[in-house]
C-alpha cells in the first residue's frame, strides 16, 4: 500500500511544497523532497526494510513512519532548523536609455498561464485521483490566487469533469473518481483560467488491456 503527504509551508515569505511518498515494497524508500518552482531544494530518504514483508500492523507502522518523517521536515521548515536556498532572480539592472527620434510602443504579450501538478507520480491511488496544482503567470512567475482551474478526462467511458479555484497561494486541490477509459488517446486535461489568460496541462492515459476468458 502507497501512502503520501503534501503540504504547503511559507518560508522566507514564498511558499515551497513538501511531499513525502512511499516508492512502493520493492524499493522500501520513505522519499521526502521540498519544492519551490519546479526545483528540489532539499531531499530526504529513509529506508524501511525492517518493516517486510508488510501486514496490516507493519503497514500501520509505515503510516506513522512517513507521517513521523514528513511532520519533522515541515516542523524544521518553519523553525527555520533546515535552511533552504531560496535563489529568488536579481532585480534588472538599471542603464540609461538611449535617446530616440520618437517613442515606440511594444506589442502587448500574450497572457498565459502555468499550470503545475504537484503530484505527478502520486496523483492516482487505486480508483482515487487527487491533483494538488499550483497556477503561475507565465510572465512574471507569481502565483495566481482566484483562479479557475478544472480537470477532466477525455476519451473516457463516461463524461468526468471537476473545478475549483485557486487560494491566494496559488494553490487548488482537485478529487474525483477516475471513471473507465474508453479510448486509447484517453488523457488528463488540466485547464487553468484567469481574466484572459488561459493554461492547460495534458496527460496521455492508457487503458489497462483486458485479459481474456479462460476457455
Do not use: C
Not at 114 to 134: D, F, H, M, S
Not at 148 to 160: F, P, Q
Not at 177 to 188: F, K, T, V
Amino acid at each position: 500500500m502507497l501512502f503520501g503527504h503534501n503540504t504547503n509551508v511559507t518560508v522566507g515569505g514564498v511558499i515551497v511544497h513538501v511531499q513525502t511518498e512511499d516508492r512502493g515494497a520493492n524499493r522500501a524508500v520513505l522519499d521526502t523532497t521540498v519544492h519551490y518552482r519546479g526545483r528540489v531544494l532539499h531531499r530526504r530518504t529513509s529506508k524501511y526494510d525492517d518493516l517486510l514483508p508488510l501486514d496490516p500492523d507493519r503497514e500501520q507502522a509505515l503510516k506513522v513512519r512517513l507521517d513521523d518523517q514528513h511532520a519533522t521536515v515541515v516542523n524544521e521548515l518553519r523553525s527555520g532548523k533546515l535552511a533552504v536556498q531560496l535563489e529568488l532572480p536579481p532585480p534588472p539592472a538599471t542603464v540609461a536609455a538611449p535617446a530616440a527620434p520618437a517613442p515606440s510602443i511594444a506589442p502587448p504579450q500574450e497572457k498565459a498561464l502555468i499550470v503545475e501538478l504537484l503530484n505527478p507520480r502520486t496523483w492516482l491511488t487505486g480508483k482515487q485521483a487527487t491533483l494538488y496544482l499550483v497556477i503561475r503567470d507565465k510572465g512574471a512567475g507569481a502565483v495566481v490566487g482566484d483562479a479557475r482551474v478544472s480537470a477532466r478526462i477525455d476519451g473516457a467511458a463516461e463524461k468526468t469533469e471537476v473545478s475549483t479555484t485557486t487560494g491566494a497561494d496559488g494553490h487548488a486541490q482537485l478529487q474525483f473518481e477516475m471513471p473507465r477509459l474508453g479510448s486509447e488517446d484517453a488523457a488528463l486535461v488540466i485547464e487553468a483560467a484567469s481574466g484572459e489568460a488561459r493554461g492547460q496541462l495534458r496527460f496521455q492515459l492508457r487503458a489497462k488491456p483486458k485479459v481474456p476468458a479462460a476457455g
